[in-house]
């Protein structure tokens, strides 16, 4: 009843501020009071820990889409994990993986924008007063141009940016300190102590190390694009929300300010779900839709996260965003997991789907009832509707089409399975498998939801592998683990690697949460005998990790490819050796991949893939056809060496910097950065280029050889290097 009285006042109370505006005299303005700020939960990738002011962990079932987050809050992302924030006035801070940050304070003016929604306002909504801490990592910040009267700062141990309107990335690491990166507009950043700020420019970074001392430099090519990249799918996320959602939140947040202050209520927190939380939750999950399904084909669209959770294949997906929208909406309105039938039949053109939704709830409830092959010729021939009603007895055409009559028993659940289920996962930390099944399949536990059930069972489980023992490891087809909703991770960067080349049709999957492979094991031998040709994939949800020497595939007929993939850590023991006779590897992670002192001894391709950083030291590669090392950032490379005269050894990565490193003569090399070769043909050389020069290009530190030839300037290059090619790159 307090926050209705409050509101009722509110009217009566502006008319009061008013009059007394109107009645000062001539030349003299009072400055409009702020109050609370809101800050809306827009995206959440878990795991992410949320905080309330007093630092005392929030329930994850507390926080959903659209959730009013708390005065105060702090919010930390776990590894390939992130948030994204709305604030009130149109700002959009992205804490990405790693990060943690505190919303220390946010202040704002009451506005009013009846009609419109976020994407409609240039500057901000109205003026404001923010003061952010970042504790750890980095945030993507994009505002909107900030009035005369506003502050939005970020405070870190390192110094203090100022923001007026731009977009810009900024990291804190506890060893390097602030890497400051601004694609728009400028941020002037202060270093502790008395030392003066640096105004950075759009186009522009700054590096500030621990102790202050600041770098300026151009700015970094990979955090440009990672800056565009991630602020877009933010938009994406929130542009369309409605401005009332965002004034209603803020009235949320003064009302809770008022009620603290107050201490009239209770201070736990209340476990019913405001309206004003329902109407942000149900348009930012409707605008979420555009981020992560275009990790799975390169298209955005809308209705995203359920898409996610059908587990559809990569043609069903491009059949459903072939689809007029007004037709995507209709079938993700659909229970279950009937837009999964839908799209699974291959023969439906966006037509047929159309004309389905023409039909009336009676008529479609009939047709739904066919088997596919009858849904699909009735729907081809486009049956009159009246036809259908007069005609179509589900009994009658159940039993024309399949030669069994309609009103028999159906096929059951095996029940033992599900109970099985349910008693295997009730006390493993996947334990909400069942009931997000129970979600997705509107109720129903058939048999093909409880075997996705049995399968997200297993890949969300730890492993060790032993001497012989594989700890309960068990073979998958890569399709069922593939369209696992509760394996994504793995399946998205399965996608990339085929988009590269390094994987092709289906394989053999031995997947978890996090497996290590003890030194010498051979728990995973029996998959590999008779396996020559085959692909076996070894794959962990979270960290995978190497504790020494691992060998397979000694004879010929066991040559399968192996291919290791994490979406979190990948760990090598130092001094181990990955070794095999006959088979191929491909290594590939989500997260930083570091290789210290280890050996690859393959037959015939050695394949290094990160989609972060990769850094080689001392690491040793034998390979008869082809050896790859591929970074999406940086290539980091201090000793390394080619125990074979291998054939052709590619690197690639937006900046590629290598020492102590000596290339066979006979091999074909392709060194293949973002913006390519110097003049043509070169890289830098020598130590003594300026860092922010090394950003995008090849870059041969120190002791860089070819056939024991020492590479250290251009003459010795076109002397020597005539197996060395360097090359550009749209993406690495």
């Known amino acids: ?55 005392v962990r929030i329930g994850d079932g507390k926080l959903k889409v659209g959730s009013l987050l708390p005065d105060g809050v702090s919010v930390e992302a776990g590894p390939g994990r992130s948030a994204l924030l709305l604030l009130s006035n149109g700002t959009v801070v992205t804490v990405t993986e790693n990060a943690k940050m505190k919303m220390k304070s946010f202040e704002q003016e009451a506005f009013t924008a009846a009609g419109k929604s976020i994407s409609d306002f240039k500057e901000e909504l109205s003026p404001s007063r923010t003061l952010v801490d970042l504790e750890a990592g980095s945030l993507v910040v994009q505002t909107k141009k900030l009035s005369r009267k506003s502050n939005f700062e970020i405070s870190s141990p390192v110094g203090t940016a100022g923001i007026r309107g731009t977009e810009f990335k900024m990291g804190l690491d506890a060893r390097n300190g602030i890497e400051l990166d601004v694609t728009e507009s400028t941020v002037a950043f202060a270093p502790g102590g008395n030392a003066p700020s640096f105004p950075v420019s759009e186009g522009n970074g700054l590096s500030v190390r621990p102790g202050g001392v600041a770098t300026p430099r151009p700015i970094n090519p990979a955090a440009a694009l990672q800056i565009s990249s991630i602020n877009t799918r933010a938009q994406a996320a929130v542009g369309s929300i409605s401005v009332s959602v965002v004034t209603n939140s803020m009235s949320e947040a003064t009302d809770r300010r008022s009620e603290q202050e107050s201490e009239e209520e209770s201070s736990a927190p209340s476990e019913q779900k405001s309206s004003i939380e329902t109407e942000a939750s149900e348009q930012l999950m409707e605008n979420n839709v555009k981020i992560s399904q275009a990790r799975k084909t390169g298209k955005i669209g809308e209705w995203t996260d359920r898409l996610s959770r059908l587990g559809l294949t990569v043609e069903e997906t491009n059949r459903f965003y072939a689809l007029a929208k007004s037709d995507q909406m209709k079938l993700l309105g659909e229970p279950g997991l009937l837009p999964k039938r839908i799209l699974a039949i291959g023969e439906l053109l966006p037509a047929d789907v159309h004309l389905f939704y023409q039909y009336s709830a009676e008529a479609r409830s009939r047709i739904l009832a066919l088997p596919d092959q009858g849904l699909t010729s009735l729907l081809k021939q486009a049956v009159p509707e009246g036809l259908v009603l007069e005609t179509l007895d589900l009994n009658s055409i159940a039993r024309s089409q399949t030669g069994v009559d309609q009103n028999a028993p159906g096929p059951q659940v095996d029940d033992a399975r599900a109970l099985s289920l349910g008693e295997s996962i009730k006390d493993s930390s996947s334990s909400q498998i069942l009931e997000e ?38 073979p998958l087809d890569s399709t069922e683990v593939l369209t696992n909703p509760f394996y994504h991770e793995i399946a998205t960067l399965y996608g990339e690697l085929e988009s590269d080349q390094l994987l092709a049709g289906s394989s053999t999957v031995l997947g978890g949460r996090n497996l ?35 060998s397979w595939a000694p004879k010929p007929g066991d040559a399968a490819r192996l291919v290791v993939m994490s979406s979190g850590e990948m760990q090598f023991a130092q001094g181990m050796t990955l070794k095999s006779a006959t088979g191929d590897l491909v290594l590939s992670s989500r997260a930083d991949m570091n290789l210290n002192g280890v050996e690859l001894d393959i037959a015939r391709e050695a394949v290094i893939r990160g989609m972060r950083d990769v850094s080689l030291v001392n690491t040793r590669i034998g390979a008869d056809s082809m050896a790859t090392v591929k970074a999406v950032r940086n290539l980091n490379v201090d000793g390394l060496s080619f125990s074979r005269n291998v054939s052709s050894i590619l690197m690639e990565a937006t900046t590629i910097r290598l020492s102590n490193l000596n290339f066979p003569a006979s091999s074909m090399v392709r060194l293949n950065s973002l913006k390519g070769p110097i003049d043509g043909r070169y890289p830098n050389f020598g130590t003594a280029v300026p ?22 300037n251009r003459q010795t290059f076109d002397q020597f290097g005539g197996n060395i090619s360097i090359g550009k790159i749209p993406k690495p």
Do not use: W
């Open 1 to 55: 009843m307090r926050r209705t009285r409050l509101r009722l006042l509110i009217p009566g109370l502006l008319l009061l501020a008013l009059a007394q505006v109107l009645l000062q005299p001539c030349g003299i303005a009072q400055e409009a009071k702020m109050g609370a700020g809101a800050v809306i939960l827009a995206e959440r990738i878990d795991p992410v820990v949320f905080r309330d002011g007093e630092n």
């Open 437 to 474: 099944l129970v979600e997705l399949s509107g109720g129903v536990l058939t048999d093909e939801v409880i075997r996705q059930g049995e399968v997200a069972d297993r890949l969300t489980r730890d492993y060790r592998l032993g001497a012989t023992d594989g700890g309960g490891l068990a």
């Open 516 to 550: 290590v492979v003890e030194a010498n094991s051979q728990a995973l031998s029996p998959y590999f005998a008779g396996a020559a040709g085959q692909t076996i994939v070894v794959s962990a949800g979270e960290t995978l990790g190497f504790e020494g020497d691992f």
């Open 691 to 712: 860092m922010a020069d090394q950003i995008g290009r090849v870059n041969f530190l120190k002791n860089v050889s070819s056939g024991g030839n020492a590479l250290i």
